[in-house]
């Protein structure tokens, strides 16, 4: 299993419930086959710059370890959520 680094930004016009619903889909993703190391919801910030017209987001961090599988799921399930502006899943090569 390898150690992954996932950032995601939820829309800001999201209620707080919807953004615990989709914090506890991503982590059911990753528990599936992996195991999460640190999850951190950082709240709302300002973008650098704007992303469909939204100016700010919910940054969502989360440290895991899975296998490759696992993450290509996530990055499928990423991209067709309509929560998201934006993700990136890196390889953590410092653990």
């Not at 961090?61 to 890196?90: C, G, N, Q, W, Y």
């Amino acid at each position: 299993m390898r150690n992954y680094e996932l950032m995601y930004i939820i829309r800001p016009d999201v209620e707080q419930e919807t953004v615990q619903a989709v914090v506890e889909k991503f982590q059911g993703i990753i528990v599936n086959g992996g195991e999460i190391v640190k999850h951190d919801i950082m709240g709302k910030r300002r973008l650098a710059y704007e992303i469909n017209k939204h100016r700010e987001g919910t940054y969502v961090l989360v440290h895991f370890t899975a296998p490759p599988t696992v993450v290509a799921e996530l990055e499928r399930v990423l991209k067709i959520s309509d929560e998201i502006i934006r993700h990136i899943v890196v390889r953590d090569l410092t653990a």
